[in-house]
């Protein structure tokens, strides 16, 4: 199944500080191998980097740094990221740890969230869910989610 685009407005500030549309842009989902997801023989995850801030608080002057399609670490212990995951039916989840406080949202199909002891929730379209990590997130089976 073709992955749709995700489309990314930024907006800024034109010399004479009226607001403007600095860019709206399709970003492509990519493949991601780290140490945390390794290549496999499953149905590959694709992620969508869709904006990344280098501090907290956010500078919000002057201009910007294009993060999609570069490998960047999974969570920074600075500044913010916004990514969209997808995962197709039947991928395994990975048991992980963050540095970050995470936000799931899901956006199309469903997925499983499973806890250190055991415990699955299932998330479905609409459901929002900060993580405090660790967690697995399983994709369910008949369906493709994104997150």
């Not at 997801?37 to 980097?49: C, G, H, I, K, Y």
């Not at 608080?57 to 490998?71: F, L, R, S, V």
């Not at 949202?105 to 250190?116: A, F, P, T, Y």
Request: aromatic content about 8%; proline content about 8%; glycine content about 8%.
């Amino acid at each position: 199944m073709s992955l749709q685009p995700v489309r990314r407005i930024v907006t800024g500030h034109s010399p004479d500080g009226k607001a403007i549309i600095d860019q709206d842009t399709e970003l492509t989902p990519h493949l991601i191998h780290t140490k945390h997801l390794p290549a496999s023989n499953q149905p590959a995850r694709r992620f969508t980097l869709v904006w990344r801030t280098e501090s907290y608080p956010a500078e919000i002057q002057g201009p910007w740094t294009e993060y999609h399609g570069k490998n960047i670490p999974l969570s920074t212990s600075d500044g913010t990221t916004v990514r969209v995951v997808d995962f197709p039916a039947g991928r395994d989840g990975i048991m992980h740890r963050t540095i970050s406080i995470d936000f799931g949202v899901v956006l199309e199909g469903e997925i499983v969230l499973e806890l250190d002891d055991g415990v699955r929730t299932t998330m479905k379209k609409g459901v929002c869910k900060p993580f405090v990590w660790p967690a697995r997130i399983l994709a369910f089976p008949s369906t493709r989610a994104r997150f």
